[in-house]
């Protein structure tokens, strides 16, 4: 098993960032890796339950996992995508701090069958990836929210 964490900041308030990154279609503007990224019932309302389809590139090949919301709170969200090979775990908690939120990014994939037999050969491209989360996810919410929270927030 792969596990990767990350810790972020930003100046927009958790209760603005839960509420963009509880769409995971939103994967497609701050993870690298993903490609596309659709709702599998685009009338469905968002919540626990609720799926895509992650369409996601990784060393040159492309890679489909089926997401699903598992936990959806004020300062939590966790996505799990499966396929035959692998289920990948996107775990994201949110608090406030410092005017703003401090987000704790946590990445765990899990292979399948022979593949487990390449868990070790993938854990550096897993941490390069989760490099570049850190460094786009900040990015992507300023830009999709604007730069600053609007207001104390409470703890």
Not at 73 to 80: A, E, P, Q, Y
Request: aromatic share 8%; glycine share 8%.
């Amino acid at each position: 098993m792969i596990k990767v964490e990350r810790v972020m900041h930003s100046s927009r308030s958790r209760d603005a960032i839960v509420a963009y990154m509880a769409d995971f279609a939103h994967a497609e503007q701050w993870d690298p890796g993903t490609l596309t990224c659709r709702p599998t019932d685009a009338d469905a309302p968002l919540g626990v339950g609720t799926e895509w389809l992650n369409v996601s590139s990784f060393r040159g090949r492309r890679t489909e996992l089926r997401y699903e919301l598992t936990r959806m709170s004020d300062d939590r969200l966790t996505f799990v995508g499966r396929n035959k090979t692998a289920t990948s775990t996107d775990d994201l908690h949110f608090e406030p701090h410092s005017g703003g939120t401090r987000i704790t990014y946590r990445a765990q994939v899990e292979f399948h069958g022979i593949a487990r037999l390449a868990t070790p050969l993938l854990k550096r491209e897993f941490e390069r990836l989760g490099d570049e989360v850190s460094e786009q996810l900040p990015a992507t919410l300023q830009q999709a929210l604007g730069p600053s929270a609007p207001g104390p927030q409470q703890p």
